[in-house]
């Protein structure tokens, strides 16, 4: 099997086992409120656990229903001390089903994913530790684990310890071939220590990352420009490898037009090897139609070019779904698929039909 195809299998293979684990992409949610991640989450740059104001939000904004745990009573915002520790936690699970061109039709119901998160303000507005844990299936493993500071009322950060790596939109679909590419996503976090800016119109993180062993220390920045309706950025990632280098760049951007908030990103990427330098790239464009309060339709395009030197090895995916929050702690999703890619490769030509619950507090 030559490269390219070892490329593709690998990719698509690989494709099929994250498949379950795709849930809500929340930047949209931040193009469609015109806010930065940092106004929703405990981490800067995004993901994990919400902090206050995402809280609330998911429950008065998002959410069809509000709904009080305890009537009369303040509504959960995860703070088990209002002032020193706050707990949070996402279950994911569903149903999947692949039909690959001349091989029977596979499905499976599993759970994707448990998570549970943990904020221990040492020093409130100044000083935490942040730990993400996943707890099922297959074990408990870290995620993330860090030292958060936030000097200047959080207009300056600094994270140090275990952290995803700041690259790109920070898509919770971790199947999506923006993420596979450029292999940035919620199952590779790292080592490392990363400084950022929240301004007014700005957010930037530039990360240095432990990496690989037997490697040199890998550098990762990003860095977006927001405005109520719009915002742009971009990303770059050097790494060095002691089989090859790895160069990345992304530009990334959403428009809220009306009820449809838009995604768009293309990453590009150069893999220095031995052998050759293979140039490769992976884009993505995605609409958000809030048809009614809790409920939102999502379509979205996506190619991957394994190698820019090789030719009909393409990939593209179609993806329709459907997603419904009748209350803040619950979601609910269904969608369907469809694979084109190389035509003598069954499984790279699939349709998927998948649903999920998703519950988070």
Not at 35 to 42: A, D, G, I, R, T
Not at 145 to 155: V, W
Request: glycine share 8%; net charge negative; aromatic share 12%.
């Amino acid at each position: 099997m030559n490269f390219h195809r070892a490329y593709a299998w690998t990719a698509l293979v690989l494709t099929i086992i994250l498949a379950p684990a795709a849930a809500l992409a929340e930047p949209y949610l931040a193009v469609e409120s015109g806010l930065k991640c940092s106004n929703c989450h405990v981490n800067p740059s995004g993901g994990g656990k919400r902090n206050l104001f995402g809280t609330l939000y998911a429950r008065n904004q998002i959410s069809a229903n509000a709904l009080d745990l305890v009537e009369g009573k303040a509504p959960w915002t995860g703070d088990v001390n209002s002032r020193w520790f706050a707990v949070g936690g996402n279950f994911r699970g569903g149903y999947a089903s692949v039909d690959t061109p001349g091989f029977p039709k596979q499905s499976d119901t599993d759970v994707s994913r448990t998570t549970v998160y943990a904020e221990f303000r040492a020093v409130p507005n100044l000083l935490s530790l942040y730990v993400d844990q996943k707890v099922a299936p297959d074990g408990s493993e870290n995620r993330e684990a860090y030292l958060l500071l936030t000097p200047k009322q959080g207009k300056f950060t600094i994270k140090a310890g275990q952290m995803f790596v700041p690259f790109g939109l920070r898509l919770q679909d971790d199947s999506a071939f923006v993420r596979q590419a450029s292999g940035v996503n919620f199952l590779t976090p790292d080592d490392g220590i990363e400084f950022g800016v929240e301004l007014a119109k700005w957010s930037a993180q530039v990360a240095v990352i432990e990496g690989v062993a037997g490697a040199d220390d890998q550098l990762s920045a990003s860095a977006v420009y927001v405005r109520p309706r719009w915002r742009v950025g971009g990303s770059v990632n050097e790494s060095s490898d002691p089989f090859g280098d790895r160069s990345m760049q992304s530009v990334f951007a959403g428009l809220k037009t009306g009820p449809i908030s838009w995604l768009a990103e293309i990453s590009l990427i150069e893999d220095q090897a031995p052998a050759r330098t293979r140039d490769f790239y992976a884009s993505l464009i995605e609409g958000n139609w809030r048809l009614r309060k809790g409920h939102n339709l999502k379509v979205s395009y996506e190619y991957l070019e394994p190698d820019s030197d090789r030719d009909e090895d393409e990939q593209e995916r179609y993806s329709l779904q459907w997603e419904y929050n009748p209350l803040q702690f619950l979601q609910t999703r269904v969608g369907v698929r469809r694979y084109n890619g190389i035509p003598n490769i069954a499984i790279s030509n699939r349709d998927e039909v998948f649903a999920e619950l998703h519950v988070y507090f």
